[in-house]
């Protein structure tokens, strides 16, 4: 009877930190939604890298506005609705209708850190004194891949955001968040005159 009693304990006691775990990523979760919303009118400057590929870029948020630059190669501009994405390499604009629930910082930067709900399963990876590292899932079958995001523990300030997708991974190191009285860039078609215009909506 007492090695029963005992395994009932071990079995509530487990499924108490569990739950413990799963409210503690929530509030690591709404925490960062917090302080982002915080910021109102924002910009962030970042160093990528996709295998071999490394570049720094930067971009600023405004509501549902934003504008992004990767180096020299690569600029998207979005009014909220439409995205605007230049590739100078190619000299192309594609332009497309903005997917608002993508989470990918370089697809769609106003909802790159908003995980909060029920869209996303989070755990936690890593967590001292400075920081937290979450793995987030998509509870939806079809999105395939993990992110992990990095934060201080402290101030839930992104640090650091990983995709990854297979063998696949693309990492972003967030070098500077701050507020800022400037508006995002909006496209100019005449800037791009001699650039192929590739309409997807």
């Known amino acids: 009877m007492r090695k029963i009693i005992s395994l009932s304990l071990l ?37 990528l890298q996709a ?21 020299d190669i690569a600029e998207v501009y979005c009014d909220g609705k439409v995205r605007y994405e230049v590739d100078n390499e190619r000299k192309e604009v594609n332009i497309d209708v903005v997917d ?12 790159c850190f908003d995980f909060v709900g029920s869209d996303y399963r989070a755990t ?7 920081q937290i590292t979450l793995k987030l899932v998509s ?12 934060l201080d523990a402290a101030t839930f300030t992104p640090k650091e955001i990983e995709y990854r997708l297979y063998d696949e991974r693309f990492n972003v190191k967030i070098l500077s968040l701050a507020k800022t009285k400037s508006s995002p860039a909006k496209f100019d078609r ?12």
């Open 11 to 47: 079995l509530i006691l487990g499924l108490t930190a569990v739950a413990q775990a799963a409210a503690d990523t929530k509030d690591v979760l709404a925490g960062l939604k917090q302080y982002i919303a915080k910021m109102g009118r924002y910009e962030v400057a970042f160093a």
């Open 100 to 111: 608002a629930s993508s989470r990918n910082i370089l697809d769609n930067p106003t909802r």
């Open 51 to 71: 295998g071999d590929y490394k570049d720094e870029g930067r971009y600023l948020v405004d509501g549902d506005t934003y504008h992004i630059v990767v180096g």
């Open 124 to 130: 936690v990876v890593v967590q001292d004194e400075k």
């Open 139 to 150: 509870t939806d079958e079809k999105v395939e891949g993990e992110i992990f995001l990095t």
């Open 190 to 201: 005449s800037r791009y005159r001699n650039y192929e215009i590739i309409d997807f909506r």
